[in-house]
């Protein structure tokens, strides 16, 4: 049994079975990735995959379970390379960051800029996704850090770590009859912002079930013309006319949209919390850990370890 034979095993349940692409995963040939699966089958005297023919086609009642340790073993092959490069190399190397737009645009800039100072020898990438695939690049293992709003607390593999609350603005053009009214000091209510079509995050983003949630209990129609990713993408067709739109606070700087009105909406929308996630069972680097805290001050390396535990005071945050 080899640590090659057992990549081969998990790419392919990743890859959809999908051999060719397992070996350009791999760096290596389809007939070299099927042989050392099958010197795997073999050796454990089991067949992990279905087959048709050639073909891979799914995996086996024995398959299911062997791929959860499959799994666990070259998380923990990781787990022993990064220990040793924490001594090897302190101070040094790679640090992942999966995060949603919002965050990547809005969050991350000041607290990528002041990790840099501390850390200068070491290199961040930064990933973009829907805060599914944030966390799908985590339990993977190709994230070290992720941060989004919504999903990341569904996963029992991950530690979603509380960071901060925030709301909802609304935004229209500067001469819209929503912020004459705002001008003349009414309170915008749900009934009224409903008059109009809006332009807001796609299902599964930044804080968008909040938004569906309030209008569904006051019993609004909520009529969306545009849904997007990007809260930069929302405002501009906002500026053309398209409808008026609804993104997160943070989103909105008076300088930068100054062809923009921005409405306080945190009467009408729940507040939204991020949250930063790690795989429960993966290796931190220290540096990861100082990340952390640059990122969410509270959340010291001592208290990550006891949330990985789930022994943490500050789960509510």
Excluded at 6 to 14: I, K, N, P
Excluded at 73 to 100: K, M, P, S
Aim: aromatic fraction near 6%; include cysteine.
């Amino acid at each position: 049994m080899n640590f090659q034979q057992l990549r081969s095993v998990r790419e392919a349940q990743r890859r959809g079975f999908n051999l060719t692409e397992v070996a350009a995963a791999l760096h290596t040939s389809q007939p070299g990735v099927s042989r050392q699966i099958r010197e795997l089958e073999d050796e454990l005297g089991i067949e992990i995959f279905m087959r048709a023919g050639k073909r891979l086609t799914g995996l086996t009642a024995p398959g299911r379970n062997v791929l959860p340790i499959v799994e666990r073993l070259l998380q923990e092959a990781d787990n022993l390379r990064r220990a040793g490069d924490d001594f090897a190399r302190a101070g040094r190397g790679v640090l992942r960051i999966a995060a949603t737009h919002s965050q990547a645009r809005y969050a991350l800039p000041p607290v990528v800029r002041d990790f840099r100072v501390n850390h200068p020898e070491v290199e961040l990438t930064l990933q973009q996704g829907s805060p599914q695939q944030v966390a799908r690049l985590l339990l993977d293992g190709e994230a070290d850090i992720g941060i989004a709003t919504e999903a990341l607390a569904q996963y029992e593999d991950l530690v979603a770590l509380p960071c901060y609350r925030w709301t909802h603005t609304v935004v229209t053009p500067l001469n819209h009859p929503l912020a004459e009214a705002q001008r003349r000091g009414e309170t915008l209510t749900l009934e009224r912002l409903a008059e109009y079509p809006i332009v807001t995050y796609e299902t599964g983003y930044t804080g968008r079930s909040h938004i569906d949630q309030a209008f569904k209990a006051a019993g609004v129609p909520l009529h969306v013309v545009l849904a997007a990713m990007d809260a930069d993408v929302i405002k501009t067709y906002v500026e053309l006319g398209l409808g008026v739109g609804i993104v997160a606070a943070i989103a909105y700087d008076d300088e930068r949209d100054r062809h923009l009105s921005a409405i306080d909406a945190r009467h009408l929308f729940a507040d939204n919390m991020t949250r930063l996630a790690v795989r429960r069972d993966a290796y931190l680097r220290d540096y990861a850990y100082a990340f952390v805290e640059t990122f969410a001050p509270p959340w010291t390396r001592e208290a990550v370890l006891e949330a990985r535990e789930g022994q943490t005071s500050l789960a509510g945050l």
